[in-house]
């Protein structure tokens, strides 16, 4: 009898850090596939504000309930972590208009790369809509409320993380 293969999904990202839109783009996600692996970008020439092992388990937290979650770091091209993992597909979430050329050209030269990879999109909640990890991380550093920004797990660390910067 054929076995039929499971559906694996990786949604990447800077995910610096985790935001509510993210976390809703994961929980949607995670229904579309078997299962569905959280990419997080190695990215040493970019500078950002929680090291790759804080931005992987501020994610974890997060996403601890969901059973087909998992969370992993990766370098290099993205196409080549797709094929590693022998996913399916790339998940990407569109807020506005303003978010499409940036990913359309992303999707397209993936596609360039490697024909067998898909990306698919999935529309942000108009809720989360204007949220982004840079938007909550410049509330956070002038002291503003992030709560609703990001899940209530992560609330705290965040702000000892800017206060420790
Ligand atoms: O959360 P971000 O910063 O918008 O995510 C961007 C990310 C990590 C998906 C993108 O920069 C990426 O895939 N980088 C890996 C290098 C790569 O494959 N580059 C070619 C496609 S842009």
């Known amino acids: 009898m054929e076995t039929k293969k499971k559906r694996i999904g990786i949604y990447p990202g800077s995910f610096d850090p985790l935001t509510n839109g993210h976390l809703d783009i994961i929980i949607r996600a995670s229904r579309l596939f078997d299962s569905l692996i959280v990419g997080v970008l190695r990215n040493d020439a970019k500078k950002t504000l929680f090291s790759m092992e ?3 388990a501020l994610i974890r937290k997060c996403t601890e309930d969901i059973p087909n979650v998992s969370v992993e770091m ?6 080549d972590f797709v094929h ?3 996913a399916d597909a790339i998940v990407r979430g569109l ?3 303003s978010d499409y050329e940036y990913e359309l050209q992303m999707a397209m030269l993936n596609k360039h790369m490697s024909p067998d990879v898909e990306t698919i999109f999935l ?3 108009i809720n989360n809509s204007y949220l982004s990890s840079s938007v909550v991380k410049d509330v956070a550093m002038h002291g503003g409320n992030i709560r609703g920004l990001v899940p ?3 609330i705290d ?3 000892r993380k800017v ?3």
């Open 152 to 154: 209530e797990t992560v």
């Open 163 to 165: 206060k420790a910067k």
């Open 157 to 159: 660390d965040i702000y």
């Open 123 to 125: 529309m942000t909640d």
């Open 84 to 86: 590693e993992k022998k």
């Open 54 to 56: 804080e931005r992987v």
């Open 74 to 79: 990766f370098e290099g091209l993205l196409v």
């Open 95 to 97: 807020r506005a208009v």
